[in-house]
T-cell receptor, first 110, second 113 residues
Framework: DAKTTQPNSMESNEEEPVHLPCNHSTISGTDYIHWYRQLPSQGPEYVIHGLTSNVNNRMASLAIAEDRKSSTLILHRATLRDAAVYYCILGYNQGGKLIFGQGTELSVKP | EAGVTQFPSHSVIEKGQTVTLRCDPISGHDNLYWYRRVMGKEIKFLLHFVKESKQDESGMPNNRFLAERTGGTYSTLKVQPAELEDSGVYFC???????????FGPGTRLTVT
């Protein structure tokens, strides 16, 4: 299973942008890059995913390196409600199962 | 549209007893997944249904765990007999197809004493 590496924790100030990095040097050509997050006492929540090109949605942006060995999740303006554990996951060439790592615990200061 | 629901939200049982967890996926989602997080560990995949068929059950820890999805709608996960190490949070997720994003339920917290 292809692995991802993320910092254990990051801090941000409210209303400021946040860049959450993820390394995935063993990514295969068919692996999509997914980001999920888990708010306290809730199930994981889909954030965004991409294959090669940068992606934007209402929640966040995903910047993918040209060699696809790393990616960055960008929250444009962090709010207190964005405090969560963010997971960078490679899939779906494995039939759909998600392989969670430790994730990055993001704290947001007012 | 209702999200993924799980029942119960919390279950406390004694070692050796049986517990059945239920998951109702989003209507129309053929793919249903079970995951769990045991204390201090990462969220781990258990198994994947496509309609009523088990597509991948490589994550099931042992034969004390039995998952079913009769009729391709809701799913149950039975643990019999429960052991202390089964304590944790069990999540269910569903998706329209395996390449789409998964929607997770709130989880069932299982405590085995």
């Amino acid at each position: 299973d292809a692995k991802t590496t993320q910092p254990n924790s990051m801090e941000s100030n409210e209303e400021e942008p946040v860049h959450l990095p993820c390394n995935h040097s063993t990514i295969s050509g068919t692996d999509y890059i997914h980001w999920y997050r888990q708010l306290p006492s809730q199930g994981p929540e889909y954030v965004i995913h991409g294959l090669t090109s940068n992606v934007n949605n209402r929640m966040a942006s995903l910047a993918i390196a040209e060699d696809r060995k790393s990616s960055t999740l960008i929250l444009h303006r962090a709010t207190l409600r964005d405090a969560a554990v963010y997971y960078c996951i490679l899939g779906y060439n494995q039939g759909g199962k998600l392989i969670f790592g430790q994730g990055t615990e993001l704290s947001v200061k007012p | 549209e209702a999200g993924v629901t799980q029942f119960p939200s919390h279950s406390v049982i004694e070692k050796g007893q049986t517990v059945t967890l239920r998951c109702d996926p989003i209507s129309g989602h053929d793919n249903l997944y079970w995951y769990r997080r045991v204390m201090g560990k990462e969220i781990k995949f258990l198994l994947h249904f496509v309609k009523e068929s088990k597509q991948d059950e490589s994550g099931m820890p042992n034969n004390r765990f039995l998952a079913e999805r009769t009729g391709g709608t809701y799913s149950t996960l039975k643990v019999q007999p429960a052991e202390l190490e089964d304590s944790g949070v069990y999540f269910c997720a569903s998706s329209q197809d395996f390449a789409r994003s998964q929607y997770f339920g709130p989880g069932t917290r299982l405590t085995v004493t």
